[in-house]
């Protein structure tokens, strides 16, 4: 696979797409079948959340080892390697017999998950010429989000029809999919290598600093704010991590023009996305009262119009300006955030559904552009750093949204009010992704994947 592919490889795109798309809705569709997990296992609620934990922190710890590992990696075989591994702990999932063993089978997804999620942005990029870049990325920056607030619906219908081993089963197929396809498009590139003790020791780092800024922030929300101390041991562990001379290479990336801008763009909009799909259904279901079924066709409306808009943000990425473009949709986004700040408890479900659907447009315009803006620019030698980088910021937002929607809800006894205020700092968030969306980068340069623009 070159870096100036002589014919763009759709099919490439299409598997990362399902790749990212995979990873992504196995963060949100266990939630909906914790109860049944619980209930199958003869397990406890505080056990049974560690489902979704043992997932979500291995994706945000091994997320810059894992990027700077696939940079000193053929390609090819890491595919083949983190899809069939994703299938594989997929379908031990589905048959543990234990809660022990579904958190192990959920932390090797996670781990799996990793690998896929740093290097699809990569694949993505590396398919086709620069002139068409935008509407690739297009394809994996809209799956991810769409994979993320379609968890509970598709997770709804598989657990009623068929059981919750089958939310991991579906996986199968689609990582034999994505194995198939990838080794038809990508030419044998070189070995897999295994991680040095730099790995290790940095993945513990980063695990150490994750696990105590998440456990602190949920924490929080149900015990009080003294457990807030806890998110603070997130500190040393990460200012360990940076005085490591493994993570200057990563850190240097702080400094490369046009990466800053569009990460701190994309963890406050993931932020801000975050917040509305976890206090939108509250929202619904219990100040307006409506039903589970309306719940569900009323939040549709975010992914629905995020689908819609996403590749008509690669188009506009392409063909009119990445970043007018990106802030274009960052200011959608905050004009449907603050049309839907005043939570009416007069309103209906369709005036909760347009509005999410004004949201939804603003986040499908605005990540296509934000992660062309970020590949465009990456120096070639760490194309994957970049790709992990991304992941990581993604997930931490995605994380912290609904953490940080629960404490401010909390703080205010769990009224109306405290909803409003979390949409509030929704608001401030995608302020903050238009603002630094807006920030141009140094004199424009051109990189060895085409020119900033």
């Known amino acids: 696979m070159t870096d100036t592919p002589q014919r763009d490889r759709w099919l490439l795109v299409a598997a990362a797409g399902l790749a990212v798309f ?85 932390v090797a997804q996670g781990l799996f998950g990793s690998v896929l999620f740093a290097m699809t942005p990569v694949l993505a990029t590396l398919a ?6 935008g509407r690739a ?13 379609s968890g509970p619906a598709v ?9 919750w081993q089958w939310i991991f089963y579906v996986n199968v197929p689609v990582c034999a999919a994505v194995v198939a396809l990838g080794m038809s498009q990508i030419a044998p590139d070189g070995p897999l290598r295994i991680p ?47 005085r490591r001379p493994s993570s200057a290479a990563p850190l240097s990336l702080l400094r490369t023009p046009g990466v800053t801008g569009p990460l701190v763009s994309l963890l406050t909009m993931m932020t801000a996305l975050a917040f509305v799909q976890y206090l939108a259904p509250f929202f619904l279901d219990q100040v307006l009262d409506r039903s589970a079924g309306t719940v569900a066709a009323t939040v549709l409306a975010f992914p629905l119009a995020m689908g819609v808009c996403g590749p008509i943000s690669g188009v506009l990425t392409d063909r ?42 603003g986040v499908g315009l605005f990540t296509a552009p934000n992660q062309t803006t970020l590949m465009s620019n990456a120096p070639k ?39 409003r205020i979390g949409l509030g700092v929704a608001v401030v968030a995608a302020l903050i992704a238009g603002v630094s969306a807006a920030r141009r980068p140094r004199p424009a340069m051109e990189t060895s994947h085409g020119v900033c623009r």
Do not use: H
Not at 137 to 149: D, E, I, N
Not at 381 to 403: C, D, K, N
């Open 196 to 242: 040095g003790r730099d790995w290790f020791a940095e993945a513990a780092l980063l695990g150490a600093g994750t696990a105590a800024l998440m456990l602190g922030l949920s924490f929080t929300a149900s015990e009080g704010l003294g457990w807030l101390a806890l998110s603070a041991l997130a500190v040393p562990f990460v200012w360990i991590w940076a």
């Open 22 to 106: 995979m990873a992504t809705i196995d963060m949100s569709i266990v939630n909906v079948a914790m109860p049944a997990i619980q209930k199958d296992l003869d397990t406890e609620p505080t056990v049974t959340e560690w489902v979704a934990i043992g997932y979500f922190l291995p994706l945000i710890a091994l997320a810059l080892p894992s990027g700077r590992w696939l940079d000193r990696v053929g390609k090819r075989a890491a595919l083949g390697f983190a899809a069939t591994g994703f299938g594989v702990a997929s379908v031990a999932c589905g048959l543990s017999p234990t809660i022990e063993v579904l958190i192990g089978a959920r």
């Open 155 to 163: 997770g709804g219908l598989l657990i009623s029809g068929l059981g």
């Open 137 to 149: 990325l297009s394809v994996f920056a809209t799956l991810g989000p769409l994979g993320a607030v």
């Open 320 to 361: 009119w300006n990445p970043r007018l473009t990106m802030i274009t949709g960052a200011t959608v986004a905050t004009v449907g955030l603050l049309l839907l700040l005043p939570l009416d408890e007069g309103w209906q479900p369709a005036d909760v559904a347009w509005r999410l659907a004004v949201i939804g447009a």
């Open 381 to 419: 030698q760490m194309m994957a750093t970049v790709g992990a980088g991304s992941s990581l910021i993604r997930q931490l937002g995605l994380s912290l949204g609904p953490a940080l929607a629960t404490l401010t809800w909390a703080l205010n006894d769990y009224r109306t009010s405290g909803m």
């Open 128 to 133: 086709v010429r620069p002139e068409v870049r």
